[in-house]
């Protein structure tokens, strides 16, 4: 593996918690690319435990979120934990642990910049929060997820209070028109690791808005952020 140097007692330090089986950690940082390189060697790369650490982040977030906002409904609690757990929020997370300078990367995604790409962060940060409730407890996995959470609670108190283009675009289609907004990528440009989506925003199967974003849901917010644009110059002309 060349010259790459992956100090995991520098960042259990950083991230304040000592594993007991190191090697839970070192999947948790091993990207695929690396295993592709080196398929002799039978490493493991990081996808079970992303997928495992998707699954207990929509938790412990629904449960911080649930207990943070007793009188909210459900629909925004759902719209809240989605902009919580989305890339770009998961990959700032992963920026601030430096996750990024631990990712064992194949030595083309490393060239490539793989180690700031915002879906390698915040898949990295969704594993190694799999691989701390495999080896720590839900425990221990809820506290250090939700210093994270409280970190960032004057941002997620302002989210909520500021509703995201999507939701205001959906809250007057369906109170004036009685429809919901659609939403459908109509291209998809550039490489695997660099894609540019475009988003168009459908109400009764016409094209009110479209957008661009480096993610589909970020294209899909810009094209409501369309959509309203026309629509308050429609009412302010």
Known sequence: MGAQVFDLEAFQAGIGLAFCDPTLLQQALTHRSL??????????????????????????????????????REGELTSLRAHVVRTEGLASFAGEIELGSYLRLGRGEAASGGAMR?????????????????DQGLDVARVWVHAFLEGHAPEIDQQRKSKDAKTQLQEYTQGQLHVTPSY?????????????????????????????????????????EAALRVMRQKRNP
């Open 35 to 72: 295993v592709n390189e080196y398929a002799d060697l039978g490493l493991a790369d990081n996808q079970r435990l992303e997928f495992l650490g998707d699954a207990i982040l929509g938790f412990l977030v629904g449960e911080w979120l649930y207990a943070r906002y007793p009188d909210v």
């Open 118 to 134: 915002s879906a390698n962060l915040c898949d990295g940060f969704e594993a190694l929060v799999g691989a701390i409730y495999l």
């Open 184 to 224: 459908r990528i109509a291209r998809e440009e550039g490489p695997d690791h660099a894609k540019v989506f475009t988003s168009q925003v459908l109400v009764d199967q016409d094209v009110w808005g479209e957008g661009i974003g480096p993610s589909k849901q970020t294209a899909e917010q810009a094209a409501a």
